[in-house]
């Protein structure tokens, strides 16, 4: 049986902020909760804010609302606003 692994190379550049210290103790903590590292944290939460990768910044909101409708991109302004003009 042979058996193929794939390889993949991640480069990281390595970076400095400065942080207010109530704005850095609240990361810190909000880490630790998550179980993850202070910049591990700070990377996901670049991750939120940055337009997805290849893709038009608004593709990041895809797929967020679902309903089962058949008629949902009909019905857009009632399922996003709650009615329709």
Known sequence: ????????VIM????QIS???????VA?????RLGISLA???????Q??????GKAPW??????IETGSKKSSQEIDEIVYGHKD
């Open 12 to 15: 990281l550049i390595r970076t």
């Open 59 to 64: 593709m990041k909101y895809c797929g967020m």
């Open 40 to 46: 591990e944290f700070f990377r996901k939460a670049l």
């Open 28 to 32: 810190k903590q909000e880490a630790k």
């Open 48 to 53: 939120k804010v940055l337009p997805a990768k």
């Open 1 to 8: 049986m042979i058996t193929l692994h794939s390889t993949f």
């Open 19 to 25: 942080l207010h210290k109530q704005d850095y103790e």
